[in-house]
T-cell receptor, first 109, second 116 residues
Framework: GQNIDQPTEMTATEGAIVQINCTYQ??????LFWYQQHAGEAPTFLSY??LDGLEEKGRFSSFLSRSKGYSYLLLKELQMKDSASYLC??????????WGAGTKLIIKP | GAVVSQHPSWVICKSGTSVKIECRSL??????MFWYRQFPKQSLMLMAT?????????EQGVEKDKFLINHASLTLSTLTVTSAHPEDSSFYIC????????????FGSGTQLSVL
């Protein structure tokens, strides 16, 4: 079956760095997405990786290893507003999105 | 975790026809369902929010007569794209919220609509 695994919850300190991991097993691969979702709001697109490697975008970076079925989202210089859920989603060979359950990130002062 | 089933996965239709997309919560009662559309590499754009048994609330700029939403039961919501045109081609995604975990949304796998 198809499966996306990511930690349920993580806690980090303001100003620090946190890495949220995502592992996947899907029928084919057409890219991996990371979304940020604040409670009660629609998810916001953060990144899209389809090739191996690290993509940096400001304080956020996303890494992909297709051979390992692994990705991570790296958040630097954490701010209180980064407290949110982070969703990993993989697009399979049929261009269907397979969603992870999301990682709730709690930022402490 | 809870499962949201969305059907169909793909649909190709001729301009002027109507297309219905279904979103079902399989193991929980969804008091609220949301419909989004997504263009490549962009954020999900909320189209409308539907509560079971009541009329959907549409976001600004979304034509309610074109995108008909029905949430007749606690496990099923449908989105009908009426008189579809090529500009309606997009990826449509639904999500559902259970009253028990009111902050957590569960997402469907999406429907790719291509209007010829």
């Amino acid at each position: 079956g198809q499966n996306i695994d990511q930690p349920t919850e993580m806690t980090a300190t303001e100003g620090a760095i946190v890495q949220i991991n995502c592992t996947y097993q899907t029928s084919g691969f057409n890219g991996l997405f990371w979304y940020q979702q604040h409670a009660g709001e629609a998810p916001t697109f953060l990144s899209y990786n389809v090739l191996d490697g690290l993509e940096e975008k400001g304080r956020f970076s996303s890494f992909l290893s297709r051979s390992k079925g692994y990705s991570y989202l790296l958040l630097k210089e954490l701010q209180m507003k980064d407290s949110a859920s982070y969703l990993c989603a993989v697009m399979d060979s049929n261009y269907q999105l397979i969603w992870g359950a999301g990682t709730k990130l709690i930022i402490k002062p | 975790g809870a499962v949201v089933s969305q059907h169909p996965s793909w649909v190709i239709c001729k301009s002027g026809t109507s297309v219905k997309i279904e979103c079902r919560s399989l193991d929980f009662q969804a008091t609220t369902m949301f419909w989004y559309r997504q263009f490549p590499k962009q954020s999900l754009m909320l189209m409308a929010t539907s509560n079971e048994g009541s009329k959907a609330t549409y976001e600004q700029g979304v034509e309610k007569d074109k995108f008909l939403i029905n949430h007749a039961s606690l496990t099923l919501s449908t989105l009908t794209v009426t008189s579809a045109h090529p500009e309606d081609s997009s990826f449509y995604i639904c999500s559902a919220r259970s009253g028990r975990e009111s902050e957590k949304l569960f997402f469907g796998s999406g429907t790719q609509l291509s209007v010829l």
